[in-house]
């Protein structure tokens, strides 16, 4: 079982990952827009691979992620984000994609990134 976190505030933007990385392989996703949801998110189902816009309205995507692994330990992130500058912090293994991308980058990413389970 591959269950995927997006957090994303754009909810098309969101849409359109959740579906790639469930035609990639994950089994589940959760969308959050806020860092408090996502924490809260991973909290209820931790999962095995994290999807994350860097700046959101209510907090950042990179606190979020830290916050997540702090408790759940490692877990593979993709930081999809209009301003990879702002990615702090966001470092191997992690991978940024900057926007706009393609699904063919986002499913390629995911499946360099999340491991045997999610395949």
């Known amino acids: 079982m591959c269950h995927v ?6 909810p098309l933007v969101a849409m359109m990952i959740e579906d790639v990385l469930l035609q990639a392989g994950a089994t589940s996703a959760t969308i959050a827009t806020t860092q408090a949801e ?5 909290n209820a189902c931790r999962p095995e691979f994290i999807s ?5 309205l209510e907090g950042t995507g990179p606190a979020a992620v830290a916050a997540i692994r702090s408790v759940h330990g ?17 470092r191997a293994p992690d991978r940024i994609l900057v926007k ?14 999340a491991g045997p389970r999610c395949r």
Do not use: G
């Open 38 to 42: 996502a924490i809260a998110a991973a």
């Open 74 to 90: 490692a877990i593979p992130t993709l930081f999809i984000t209009a301003t990879p500058a702002a990615c702090e912090p966001c």
């Open 52 to 56: 994350s816009d860097v700046m959101l």
């Open 5 to 10: 976190l997006i957090i994303e505030d754009e």
């Open 100 to 113: 706009p991308f393609s699904a063919r980058h986002v499913a390629s990413a995911f499946e360099a990134l």
